[in-house]
Nanobody, 122 residues
Framework: EVQLVESGGGLVQPGGSLRLSCAAS?????????MSWVRQAPGKGLEWVSS????????YYRDSVKGRFTISRDKAKSTLYLQMNSLKPEDTAVYYC??????????????WGQGTQVTVSS
């Protein structure tokens, strides 16, 4: 069974940092698939944040988080990360990790985690 479990969210002041984790179950070969972080702010739709290919050699970010967020993955731990620095109130959202159906960051997602809440507020 494929499971993605996010953690690491919380309340942080503007300018602060958080590291999100997404632990993948043994139900699939984590290193074979590209992954993404997607967020949903209160009252808004889903918004793509960042993606990484299966090998970790290619990463992509939405413009509003470039230079502040870093996506990475650990093959041995089957875990995806999102390091978030210089957080802003507009980063407040539920953050989801999602699995692509392929090794490249193209196509669709077939599995999602349950989400972790990030709140940036003073």
């Amino acid at each position: 069974e494929v499971q993605l479990v996010e953690s690491g969210g919380g309340l942080v002041q503007p300018g602060g940092s958080l590291r999100l984790s997404c632990a993948a179950s043994s139900g699939f070969t984590f290193s074979t698939y590209a992954m993404s972080w997607v967020r949903q702010a209160p009252g808004k739709g889903l918004e793509w944040v960042s993606s990484i290919n299966s090998g970790g050699s290619s990463t992509y970010y939405r413009d509003s988080v470039k230079g502040r967020f870093t996506i990475s993955r650990d093959k041995a731990k089957s875990t995806l990360y999102l390091q978030m620095n210089s957080l802003k109130p507009e980063d407040t959202a539920v953050y989801y990790c999602a699995k692509y159906t392929a090794s490249r960051t193209v196509g669709t997602y077939d599995y999602w985690g349950q989400g972790t809440q990030v709140t940036v507020s003073s």
